[in-house]
């Protein structure tokens, strides 16, 4: 299991923005496909997007399309989610993933390595 490193989340007002950035530790994350997924209080963990290895693919979620935005360093080794117009309802903890093939990223699944997850909480 490959080691991942959530920050960046906090506490936000209704229409504000945070970055989460999703770093790597003793692996090249360059090679992996990237993932943010969400998991609130009572439901169960949702994909939000996902990145290639070389950033070409992306998926995004309907519930933030427009919203949020998936990048990717591949020289620092870093995958980030910026979030902009957060609402109430994207308050949940927040995972970072790293997949081996594109296809975990079109099914949202297979996903077999995970950050400990940081918290986001958008509340007035």
């Known amino acids: 299991q490959l080691q991942l490193v959530e920050s960046g989340g906090g506490l936000v007002q209704p229409g504000g923005s945070l970055r989460l950035s999703c770093a790597s530790s003793?692996?090249?994350?360059?090679?992996?496909?990237g993932g943010w997924f969400r998991q609130a209080p009572g439901k169960e963990r949702e994909g939000v997007s996902c990145?290639?290895?070389?950033?070409?693919?992306?998926k995004v979620a309907e519930s933030v399309k427009g919203r949020f935005t998936i990048s990717r360093d591949n020289a620092n080794n870093t995958v980030y989610l910026q979030m902009n117009n957060l609402k109430p309802e994207d308050t949940a903890v927040y995972y970072c993933?790293?997949?081996?093939?594109?296809?975990?990223?079109?099914?949202?699944?297979?996903?077999?390595?995970w950050g400990q997850g940081t918290q986001v909480t958008v509340s007035p």
């Open positions: 990145i290639s290895s070389s950033g070409g693919y992306q």
């Open positions: 003793g692996f090249i994350l360059n090679g992996y496909v």
């Open positions: 993933a790293a997949a081996k093939l594109i296809s975990n990223c079109v099914d949202f699944a297979g996903f077999d390595s």
